[in-house]
C-alpha cells in the first residue's frame, strides 16, 4: 500500500504566496520522480511540475519563474514553492509518485484546494 499526502492548500490573496507538501508512505522500492497536477475547476488536469531523483526539474510554462519543485534529504516528499499567486492559480492541486516505467507505477495524493482571491 503506498499513500501520498497533500498539505498546505487554503485560501490566499493574489500576489501572495504558498508552500505545498507531499509525504509518500508504504512499501515502494525506488523513486524515479516525484511531482504536481492541478486541476481547475471546469478544466482539464494539468501538469505543474516535476523532478526525478536525480534533481532534474520540469516546470510547465504557465509557471514563468513563480514556482519552485522540490525534495526533502529522504526524497519522499515533495513541496511547491508557490510565489506571486494570480486567481488563475486557483486549483486542486495532486502530487503524485512514478516508482516505475510503466503506466501502472506511478501513485497519487488526494488533493489539495488552493484558491486565489481577494
Known amino acids: 500500500q503506498v499513500q501520498l499526502v497533500e498539505s498546505g492548500g487554503r485560501l490566499v490573496q493574489p500576489g501572495g504566496s504558498l508552500r505545498l507538501s507531499c509525504a509518500a508512505s508504504?512499501?515502494?522500492?525506488?523513486?524515479?520522480?516525484l511531482g504536481w497536477y492541478r486541476q481547475p475547476p471546469g478544466k482539464e488536469r494539468e501538469l505543474v511540475a516535476t523532478?526525478?531523483?536525480?534533481?532534474?526539474?520540469y516546470y510547465a510554462d504557465f509557471v514563468k519563474g513563480r514556482f519552485t519543485v522540490s525534495r526533502d534529504s529522504a526524497r519522499s516528499t515533495v513541496s511547491l514553492q508557490m510565489n506571486s499567486l494570480r486567481p488563475d492559480d486557483t486549483a486542486a492541486y495532486y502530487c503524485f509518485m512514478r516508482t516505475g516505467y510503466t503506466s501502472g507505477d506511478v501513485y497519487w495524493g488526494q488533493g489539495t484546494q488552493v484558491t486565489v482571491s481577494s
Open positions: 508504504g512499501t515502494f522500492f525506488s523513486i524515479i520522480g
Open positions: 523532478i526525478s531523483s536525480g534533481g532534474t526539474t
